[in-house]
């Protein structure tokens, strides 16, 4: 009896922790690419931007620039997405928020992540790309800051 109960407890196990690996459909590249280009004020961090992102009064406000739709930053995006682990990743360059909990995050290292955080418990909420793109990603960031309006955010 002891035997067959640590047997189920096993299979059990591995059956979870296989079913852990699974990352949600909206964190692959191409559904989240897809997303990114249907979604509407998109807001945007460009972090070598972030001291004038503060609010001039210092109160609990930051301006956040928002593309008014995602479909041009997208076309930008393509390219090689290629899964990778989350090593490595350097520091953050970009991130555009699709929708609450649903994040593509441009690294200096040439990885990304897309993030969606609606995901059962277990599910992965996060996936990680070596990402090399059709274009530049200056020209990325040259887009993000001349298509942007700033908007008032309360934290």
Do not use: H
């Not at 591995?14 to 909206?26: I, K």
């Not at 390219?79 to 350097?90: M, N, P, Q, R, T």
């Not at 996936?127 to 887009?143: A, F, G, P, T």
Request: one cysteine or more.
């Amino acid at each position: 009896m002891k035997r067959t109960a640590a047997a189920v407890l096993v299979l059990l196990l591995t059956v979870l922790t296989f079913t852990a690996c699974a990352a949600r459909q909206e964190c692959e590249a191409d559904s989240a690419l897809e997303a990114l280009g249907k979604a509407e004020d998109v807001t945007v961090c460009v972090y070598a931007d972030m001291d004038s992102y503060e609010d001039e009064t210092g109160g609990d406000t930051k301006k956040l620039p928002v593309l008014e739709s995602g479909e041009g930053v997208a076309g930008l995006l393509g390219g090689k997405w290629e899964k990778c682990s989350g090593d490595s990743l350097g520091n953050k360059l970009l991130s555009l928020t699709l929708s609450t909990q649903y994040e593509i995050c441009l690294f200096d290292s040439g990885k990304a992540m897309i993030y969606y955080g609606y995901c059962g418990i277990f599910e992965k909420d996060r996936q990680y790309y070596e990402v090399s793109l059709d274009s530049d990603i200056d020209q990325v960031l040259e887009y993000v800051r001349d298509n942007c309006k700033t908007v008032q955010k309360s934290e």
